[in-house]
Every structure is written in structure tokens, then in C-alpha cells.
């Protein structure tokens, strides 16, 4: 199933530019593991599958979350910090408050695991740039 492609105007850019790739909704957004925490905190581990060429639009997390690559490859374009290319079997950390997104340069779809602990019921994410993708993680 192809991804629907999304274009904004203006672009959000991270460290000055713009990241590379076209705007697209992952081809697949699961919730695979909720995990309700006594503290009034869940754990989410959500299947996502980006296809080559897109990225997620320009976001924030209010909590910081992880993203592990399965398949393929995935870089992590973080306000402060240079591209961070990740591989099968390596992961990366999204930092609570910074401004991101996340871009699948490779010839490949990815496959990842983006892991959350987040206040129950809360968004895992703030979307800056396609507010129309806010809903991407929806829990099951």
C-alpha cells in the first residue's frame, strides 16, 4: 500500500534546513505492546514501517522515546545535534523538547520499533509541521 505523500508550506526547518525527503504517514503504525504503569504512566512500543524516500514532518516529544531500526535505515535529523544514520539492529534516542524528524534515505522500506513512556492517554508526539499527522500513533 503506498504512503500517502503530504507537502507543507512553509517548511519547519532543524539546525537551519529543511530534512530531506517528502512528508509522507508511515505505511504502518501499530501498537504492539501497552503497558499501563502504576504511576499513571504506559509504555508503548509501536511497529512503524517508513517507506524509502519519505520522512515523518517536523515534531517534539514531550517525553523522550527510542527508536529501534529492524530493516533498512532511518536518520534522526535532532535540532542541536548533526544526522544520526541508524541500521538494522541500532537504535537512537528522541530527546524530550527538541524539534525532529525522522527520514528513511535508503532504497528500502524500514521497519522500527519507536518505544514511549508517556502520561496515560497522552499524544507521543507534537507535530509542528503536517498537523494533519498528529493522530500517526494510535494505541490499541
Not at 32 to 47: A, C, F, Q
Not at 52 to 70: N, Y
Not at 89 to 118: K, R
Amino acid at each position: 500500500m503506498p504512503s500517502v505523500l503530504l507537502h507543507a508550506q512553509p517548511s519547519i526547518t532543524i539546525n537551519t534546513e529543511t530534512p530531506p525527503g517528502k512528508i509522507a504517514r508511515a505505511l504502518i503504525s501499530d501498537t504492539i505492546l501497552k503497558v499501563d504503569r502504576p504511576n499513571g504512566m504506559e509504555v508503548l512500543v509501536v511497529r512503524t514501517v517508513r517507506q524509502a524516500g519519505t520522512r515523518t514532518p517536523v515534531h517534539r516529544h514531550d517525553h523522550s522515546g527510542v527508536t529501534c531500526v529492524l530493516e533498512g535505515e532511518m536518520t534522526l535529523y535532532l535540532e542541536g545535534s548533526a544526522p544520526q544514520r541508524a541500521q538494522a539492529v541500532d537504535c537512537y534516542n528522541m530527546p524530550a523538547g527538541l524539534s525532529m524528524a525522522g527520514v528513511n534515505q535508503g532504497t528500502v522500506d524500514a521497519v522500527m520499533h519507536d518505544i514511549f513512556t508517556v502520561p496515560k492517554g497522552d499524544d507521543v508526539w507534537t507535530v509542528l509541521e503536517v498537523e494533519s499527522l498528529q493522530d500517526q500513533f494510535h494505541r490499541h
